[in-house]
């Protein structure tokens, strides 16, 4: 079969292939957005480009920016502002000393607005020049219907975002190690040195009623103001696959997340971008051929029912030459889906191949003809 014959044939597989029925996984939601966590590809949506208050939820950019710009062992001393601070609090008394880190926990487990403007402070002198940064922050990340007023959430005029937004943001912080290991974390001991030299301990618990009651969750947040009801941003990952679920203003979020997530899962399917052993060039000598091939494999989950949209580029070292090991690193194989890099996989020699006279590198056909085949039929 040619690749024109199979052209034909794969439109009209995918527009057999009926569209998921609609169900509602958010009912009591504004708005909500599951994502998966690996590609971005949006799975469920509900009003997800809303703008709307975010209460706590805020917090996720707060500890995203000043683990950007602080240190975890930076020493902060903590102000009568900060310590004065309504709703949730993290205890901490004005004229203590804490570690940022220690400040970090208070933040996202207790959701402490204390702890978010001590952060701020320290970090940039004010509350609102803080927000500045995080706003800056937002638009690197790309997030384009959001504004911060204050780092807690705390109800403020123009202070909004979007359940996509949200979700997106969440998605970026996530690939943050230290940022994950916060959130995932069920319950963490504190300290702060009081101005007379007493050492305070706190026990500071997870709001996140999630990492105990869903499998695979890993975090992230939760919020509440009585102007933007119950907000949650939650992840979870099982088997390889990951999604991020966000309600805003919801009366129901615990069991709606969950619901979301499981419809995540359940939907999913894993694609293998790039196969151990597949030969992506050959290298010739025009009487030994040695082919280059993919050291590991590399599954992607998706959820589309169309074209996967997972594309592959290959980098070969200008370097390379004979004589080749086997095993040897010759290049790296970057996948990709759309214009997002997904991760990569290490290009290695498939055979020893020794220093026999010129030599010529081409690509492997074969090769190239499948993952079309694969792009097209999804």
Same mark, same amino acid.
């Given at each position: 079969?040619?690749?024109?014959?199979?052209?034909?044939?794969?439109?009209?597989?995918?527009? $057999?292939?009926?569209?998921?029925?609609?169900?509602?996984?958010?009912?009591?939601?504004?708005?909500?957005?599951?994502?998966? #966590?690996?590609?971005?590809?949006?799975?469920?949506? &509900?009003?997800?480009?809303? &703008?709307?208050?975010?209460?706590? /939820?805020?917090?996720?950019?707060?500890?995203?920016?000043?683990?950007?710009?602080?240190?975890?062992?930076?020493?902060?001393?903590?102000?009568?502002?900060?310590?004065?601070?309504?709703?949730?609090?993290?205890?901490?008394?004005?004229?203590?000393?804490?570690?940022?880190?220690?400040?970090?926990?208070?933040?996202?487990?207790?959701?402490?607005?204390? !702890?978010?403007?001590?952060?701020?402070?320290?970090? $940039?002198?004010? !509350? %609102?020049?803080?927000?500045?940064?995080?706003?800056?922050?937002?638009?690197?990340?790309?997030?384009? %219907?959001? +504004?911060? *007023?204050?780092?807690?959430?705390?109800?403020?005029?123009?202070?909004?975002?979007?359940?996509?937004?949200?979700?997106?943001?969440?998605?970026?912080?996530?690939?943050? +190690?230290?940022?994950?290991?916060?959130?995932?974390?069920?319950?963490?001991?504190?300290?702060?040195?009081? *101005?007379?030299?007493?050492?305070?301990? #706190?026990?500071?618990?997870?709001?996140?009623?999630?990492?105990?009651?869903?499998?695979?969750?890993?975090?992230?947040?939760?919020?509440?103001?009585?102007?933007?009801?119950?907000?949650?941003?939650?992840?979870?990952?099982?088997?390889?696959?990951?999604?991020? !679920?966000?309600?805003?203003?919801?009366?129901?979020?615990?069991? +709606?997340?969950?619901?979301?997530?499981?419809?995540?899962?359940?939907?999913?399917?894993?694609?293998?971008?790039?196969?151990?052993?597949?030969?992506?060039?050959?290298?010739?000598?025009? *009487?030994? /051929?040695?082919?280059?091939? !993919?050291?590991?494999?590399?599954?992607?989950?998706?959820?589309?029912?169309?074209?996967?949209?997972?594309?592959? &580029?290959?980098?070969?070292?200008?370097?390379?030459?004979?004589?080749?090991?086997?095993?040897? &690193?010759?290049?790296?194989?970057?996948?990709?889906?759309?214009?997002?890099?997904?991760?990569?996989?290490?290009?290695?020699?498939?055979?020893?191949?020794?220093?026999?006279?010129?030599?010529?590198?081409?690509?492997?056909?074969?090769?190239?003809?499948?993952?079309?085949? *694969?792009?097209?039929?999804?």
């Amino acid at each position: 079969m040619t690749i024109k014959s199979i052209l034909p044939f794969a439109a009209a597989v995918i527009m $057999s292939v009926p569209c998921a029925e609609a169900k509602a996984y958010a009912d009591t939601s504004a708005g909500a957005c599951l994502i998966n #966590m690996a590609t971005g590809e949006t799975v469920f949506e &509900k009003n997800c480009y809303e &703008k709307l208050p975010m209460a706590s /939820t805020t917090k996720i950019m707060t500890l995203l920016t000043a683990l950007e710009l602080s240190e975890p062992d930076e020493q902060v001393t903590i102000s009568a502002n900060a310590a004065g601070q309504e709703g949730s609090s993290a205890y901490i008394e004005a004229g203590a000393v804490m570690s940022m880190r220690d400040l970090e926990y208070g933040l996202m487990l207790n959701s402490g607005n204390d !702890a978010a403007v001590a952060i701020a402070e320290h970090i $940039s002198g004010s !509350a %609102d020049e803080f927000a500045e940064k995080m706003n800056s922050l937002a638009d690197e990340i790309g997030l384009r %219907d959001t +504004e911060f *007023k204050n780092p807690n959430g705390l109800n403020a005029e123009g202070h909004y975002t979007t359940a996509y937004d949200l979700a997106s943001l969440a998605r970026y912080a996530m690939k943050n +190690e230290e940022f994950e290991s916060i959130v995932s974390a069920r319950r963490y001991t504190a300290h702060q040195t009081l *101005k007379n030299g007493t050492v305070m301990e #706190m026990e500071y618990i997870n709001h996140n009623k999630l990492l105990s009651s869903y499998e695979g969750c890993i975090g992230v947040k939760t919020g509440y103001t009585e102007a933007a009801g119950r907000c949650l941003v939650s992840a979870a990952e099982r088997g390889g696959a990951g999604y991020i !679920a966000v309600t805003l203003n919801s009366k129901n979020d615990w069991a +709606e997340h969950k619901a979301m997530l499981d419809h995540g899962f359940e939907s999913a399917r894993s694609v293998t971008a790039v196969e151990k052993g597949e030969c992506v060039r050959h290298i010739t000598d025009g *009487k030994s /051929t040695c082919e280059i091939v !993919a050291a590991e494999d590399f599954e992607v989950f998706i959820n589309s029912r169309k074209g996967t949209d997972i594309t592959v &580029k290959t980098e070969i070292s200008e370097a390379v030459s004979p004589p080749l090991n086997k095993g040897e &690193k010759v290049g790296v194989l970057y996948i990709y889906k759309g214009d997002e890099l997904l991760g990569s996989v290490d290009a290695e020699a498939a055979s020893d191949m020794p220093l026999e006279g010129e030599y010529r590198s081409k690509p492997c056909f074969f090769t190239m003809m499948i993952r079309m085949i *694969k792009s097209i039929l999804g």
